[in-house]
C-alpha cells in the first residue's frame, strides 16, 4: 500500500512540476436559451487548415477550460448530439475567459407542436456506448424502461444484463448499493424525464474495480435553478396479491448548498408456484420418480430512505456526505411442498408434505464522504471514505410428513435453524485526474476492508429440541484488498485511444468452526485494459476493446450453511470458492450511428457457478456453489432504433449467443460434464405518442428468448408481451401510468438438466402477469437540479 501511495503522489507531483504552461482558456457552452449543454465535446482548431489543436469536454454546468495553449489565432469551435456550434475566431496571447459558445437546438414543427427531439440518438465513444435520451420520444417513460430499451441491455429473470451477463446501475457514476430488486424498485419510481443519457460500459476502465462485469451508467439532466422541489409518488400493483408502494423526495439548493432527502415505504405480499421432478437413478434405470408442488407465500415490510448534503465551499473546494438506509423490519414466508413418489414402474410408494415458516429481518446502513479539490491547471483531486454496516436474522422451523399412498401416517421429520450475519466494509480512495499536454490522464488508490461473521445453529425437534452440532457452524471472514491505478486516454481527428492498468493485492482468511477448516488467500493481480475507435468517416466507424476482470465469491456463498426448503431440498455454500478471472474482447462497427454491430468473446475462467446436484443414493437435492473448470461466451448483436413516423418509433434488438460450462459433476463420480447451449434474444418495442402535445404515450413491446444456460440447467424458450400508457398533466407536473405485463402467460419456461445420472426439471411461476399503476405528483420549483448520488463501492455488491 505504502507502495502505492507513493507512486500516486509521484505522479500527481509530475503532472504539476514536469509541465511548463503557456496560456488557458475558459468558457461555457450553452443553448440558443442561455441554458448550459452539459458535456458538450469543445474544439480548438487552427485557423490555417482547421486541423484539431486540443480537444476537451465541457461539465455538468457547461463549462470547460483549455491549458497549455500555444500563443496565435485559433477557430472555437462546440457540438453536441450531432449538433454544432458556428466557428469563433479566438486570439491567444494571454489567459483568455470568453462568454458562451452557442450551439443552436434544432426543432422540427410538428401539427404546431414543437418536438426538440423524436428519437434517441446513440453515440459510440472509446471506452462505451452512449445512448442519449434527453427530450425524446421514450423520455417521458421509467428510468428502468429506459435501461430496458438502451441498446445491448436485455432483461433476464428480472435482471438487466449486458452480454448475458448481469450488470451493475450507477447514477452519475456512483454506484447504487441496492440489491436487484431494489434498484428496480428505485427506478420505477424515477422520472425519465431526469435522464440525459444511459452510458452502456462493456468493459469498464482501469478507474472502475476489477471486480464485476459492465455497468449501465445514468447521466442525469443538470439544471441551475435553486429553491426547493419535491415528489410524492404511489403505485399499485394487481397480480395474485396487491402490492403497494409509496414514497416521496425533496431537494433544496442554494448558491453553495445542495440537500436532498427521500423515503420509501414498500408492503408487499407475493406468491410463487414451483412445479419440478427429479427422477432418482441407479446405474442402468429409474429406481423413483419425485414430482413436487410447491407453493411460496411471502410478506416484506420495507423503509429506504437517503440524505445527501453537497457543501461548495468556493469554485475549487468541495466536501459531499451521502447515507443510505434500508431496514426490512419483516420477512414472514410460508412454504408449503406436496411430494409424491412413485416407483420405476410409475406406481406411487408414499407421499411426504413439508410445512415451512420463515422469518428475517435485515439493516444495510452506509454512509460516504467525499472531498473534492480542483487544480488551477484543471486537475482534479478527490478523497473518499465509505462505511456500511449489514446485519441478517433469520429463523426457521421445517415440519415435514410421511404417508402411505392410503393416505395414512407413517412418521414425520422436524427442525429448526437459527441464524445470523453481521459484515462490515470500510473503504478508503483518492483520485487524481489531469492533462499532461493533450493527454488525459488519470490515477488513484484504494484500500477495501472486510470482515463477516456468520452463525447457524440446528436443531432436531422430533423429541424434543436437540442441538446438532455437525450441521451447526460459526464462520468468519476478513478480507483486504489494496488496489493503483493509471490510465492515458487521447483524442485526434479519426482515432481515439484509452489505455490503463489496475493493481490488486487480495488477502483474505475464512475460518469454519465446525469444518475446522481455514481457507487463507493472497495474491497479487494486475487487471489491463485497452480501447481503440476509428471513425473511418461519417458514415462508419469501428472499435476494439479488451479487460482483464475478476469475480471474487459473495460472502454468503463463501459460508458453508445450508438453507433449508426441507431435508431433502437444501442449499449450501462453500469456503473454498477461489477468484476467477475473466479476458474480455469487444469488436464494433457503427453504421451512420444508427446501426449497431456487435461481436464479443469472453474467456470466464474457473467461473463462480451455483449447480443443482441430486444425490441418487440418499434422494437429496441440493445447489452447491462451485468453480466451474472453464467457462466461455461468444456471440453477436445487433441494434436499431427507427422513426417508422413523427409518433411512432420501433426499438429493436437482436442477440445471437452461445454459452458454454464445464464443470465438476460431484454426484457422478465427479466427471467432467460440458453443458452448452446456443440460443437467440429478439426485443421490439413500439413507442407510440397519442396526443399532439405528446403528454399521452403508449407502449407495446414483445420480448423472445429461444432459451439459456443456467449452471447445470438449460431453461426451455419464452415470450414477453407487455404493454402501457402514461400519461401528463397538470402542466406535466403529474404523471399517471398503467402497464401490463406477460399477456400471453408464456415469460416463465421450464428448466431441466439431464445428463449421466442426473434427471431433474422444474418450472418456476411468480407473479409475471400482473397490471401495475404508479402515480407521481411534482411540486415546487421541479426543474431543479437532482443531487442524488450513489458512491462506487463494489463490495457491497457482494451482500446479496
Request: aromatic share 14%; hydrophobic share 30%.
Amino acid at each position: 500500500m505504502k507502495l502505492l501511495t507513493v507512486i500516486l503522489f509521484f505522479c500527481i507531483g509530475m503532472s504539476h512540476f514536469g509541465y511548463s504552461q503557456t496560456f488557458e482558456l475558459k468558457g461555457e457552452v450553452k443553448d440558443q436559451y442561455q441554458e448550459p449543454v452539459a458535456f458538450a465535446s469543445v474544439f480548438l482548431l487552427t485557423v490555417t487548415d482547421s486541423v484539431l489543436a486540443k480537444g476537451s469536454s465541457a461539465d455538468e454546468n457547461g463549462a470547460f477550460l483549455f491549458s497549455d495553449v500555444a500563443e496565435g489565432l485559433y477557430f472555437l469551435k462546440a457540438s453536441y448530439v450531432g449538433q454544432t456550434s458556428e466557428n469563433l475566431a479566438i486570439e491567444i496571447l494571454k489567459d483568455t475567459k470568453i462568454g458562451a459558445v452557442i450551439i443552436e437546438q434544432q426543432a422540427e414543427q410538428l401539427n404546431e407542436v414543437t418536438v426538440t427531439s423524436n428519437k434517441p440518438v446513440v453515440k459510440r465513444e472509446v471506452d462505451r456506448i452512449v445512448f442519449n435520451v434527453e427530450n425524446t420520444v421514450i423520455s417521458q417513460n421509467s428510468s428502468w424502461d429506459i435501461l430496458r430499451q438502451t441498446p445491448g441491455v436485455i432483461m433476464m429473470n428480472d435482471e438487466l444484463k449486458v452480454r448475458n451477463q448481469v450488470t451493475t446501475v450507477y447514477i452519475n457514476n456512483r454506484k447504487v448499493q441496492l440489491s436487484a430488486e431494489e434498484v428496480r424498485s428505485l427506478l420505477e419510481n424515477y422520472q425519465g424525464e431526469n435522464i440525459k443519457s444511459v452510458e452502456v460500459i462493456h468493459n469498464p476502465p482501469a478507474s472502475y474495480d476489477a471486480e464485476g462485469g459492465s455497468i449501465l451508467n445514468i447521466v442525469t439532466s443538470k439544471n441551475v435553478s435553486v429553491g426547493y422541489k419535491g415528489n410524492v409518488n404511489a403505485g399499485y400493483t394487481q397480480g395474485v396479491f396487491p402490492k403497494y408502494n409509496f414514497g416521496t423526495s425533496h431537494f433544496y439548493k442554494t448558491k453553495k448548498l445542495n440537500v436532498n432527502a427521500s423515503y420509501n415505504y414498500t408492503p408487499k405480499k407475493e406468491f410463487k408456484n414451483t412445479l419440478s421432478n427429479t427422477n432418482f437413478m441407479d446405474n442402468t434405470s429409474i429406481t423413483s420418480i419425485w414430482d413436487t408442488d410447491f407453493d411460496q407465500v411471502i410478506r416484506t415490510n420495507t423503509h429506504s430512505t437517503g440524505v445527501s448534503v453537497d457543501y461548495e465551499f468556493d469554485d475549487k473546494n468541495a466536501l459531499s456526505l451521502t447515507s443510505n438506509a434500508q431496514y426490512q423490519p419483516k420477512k414472514d414466508a410460508d412454504f408449503f411442498q406436496e411430494t409424491t413418489i412413485k416407483n420405476s414402474a410409475g406406481f406411487l410408494d408414499s407421499i411426504f408434505t413439508s410445512n415451512s415458516f420463515l422469518s428475517e429481518q435485515k439493516h444495510n446502513i452506509s454512509g460516504d464522504l467525499t472531498f473534492k479539490h480542483q487544480f488551477k491547471d484543471q486537475g482534479n483531486l478527490t478523497v473518499n471514505a465509505h462505511y456500511t454496516n449489514f446485519g441478517l436474522d433469520r429463523n426457521q422451523d421445517v415440519d415435514s410428513d410421511y404417508f402411505q399412498p392410503s393416505g395414512s401416517f407413517l412418521r414425520d421429520f422436524n427442525f429448526s435453524t437459527i441464524a445470523d450475519q453481521q459484515i462490515e466494509i470500510k473503504t478508503a480512495q483518492i483520485d487524481y485526474t489531469d492533462y499532461f499536454g493533450s493527454v488525459f490522464f488519470e490515477t488513484g488508490a484504494k484500500g477495501s476492508f472486510i470482515d463477516s461473521e456468520s452463525r447457524l445453529d440446528y436443531f432436531l425437534q422430533n423429541n424434543g429440541t436437540q442441538f446438532i452440532p455437525n450441521l451447526s457452524d460459526d464462520y468468519t471472514y476478513d478480507e483486504s484488498v489494496y488496489a493503483g491505478y493509471f490510465s492515458l486516454s487521447k483524442d485526434w481527428e479519426k482515432w481515439s485511444i484509452k489505455t490503463g492498468l489496475r493493481a490488486e493485492q487480495t488477502e483474505s482468511t475464512g475460518v469454519s468452526v465446525n469444518v475446522s477448516n481455514i481457507n487463507e488467500l493472497s495474491y497479487f493481480e494486475l487487471f489491463p485494459s485497452l480501447y481503440i475507435l476509428h471513425n473511418i468517416n461519417d458514415h462508419h466507424s469501428l472499435s476494439f476493446d479488451y479487460a482483464r476482470k475478476v469475480q471474487r465469491p459473495r460472502y454468503e456463498d463463501l459460508n458453508p450453511f445450508r438453507t433449508y426448503i426441507n431435508e431433502r431440498t437444501f442449499k449450501e455454500g462453500n469456503p473454498n470458492l477461489t477468484p476467477s478471472f475473466s479476458h474480455n474482447f469487444n469488436l464494433n462497427y457503427t453504421l451512420n450511428q444508427e446501426y449497431f454491430f456487435d461481436f464479443y468473446y469472453r474467456d470466464n475462467g474457473m467461473y463462480i457457478s451455483t449447480l443443482t446436484f441430486q444425490d441418487n443414493d440418499n434422494l437429496v437435492l441440493r445447489d452447491v456453489t462451485q468453480n466451474v473448470l472453464e467457462s466461455t461466451s461468444y456471440g453477436f448483436d445487433f441494434s436499431y432504433g427507427k422513426s417508422i413516423t413523427n409518433n411512432w418509433y420501433l426499438y429493436s434488438y437482436i442477440s445471437l449467443f452461445h454459452e458454454e460450462e464445464s464443470f465438476i459433476s460431484l454426484q457422478s463420480d465427479e466427471y467432467s460434464f460440458t453443458n452448452d447451449f446456443d440460443g437467440a434474444y429478439i426485443d421490439l418495442t413500439n413507442y407510440i405518442t397519442l396526443s399532439k402535445d405528446g403528454s399521452f404515450k403508449g407502449e407495446l413491446g414483445l420480448v423472445y428468448l429461444s432459451g439459456w444456460l443456467q449452471g447445470s440447467f438449460i431453461q426451455e424458450e419464452t415470450t414477453n408481451l407487455t404493454v402501457g400508457l402514461r400519461k401528463s398533466f397538470l402542466n406535466n407536473r403529474a404523471v399517471f401510468s398503467v402497464s401490463a405485463n406477460d399477456l400471453l402467460g408464456k415469460y416463465n419456461g421450464y428448466v431441466s438438466s439431464k445428463y449421466l445420472n442426473q434427471d431433474n426439471g422444474y418450472i418456476t411461476t411468480p407473479e409475471t402477469q400482473y397490471v401495475k399503476f404508479g402515480f407521481t405528483y411534482n411540486f415546487g420549483n421541479f426543474r431543479l437540479e437532482d443531487n442524488q448520488r450513489d458512491i462506487d463501492k463494489i463490495e457491497r455488491e457482494r451482500l446479496e
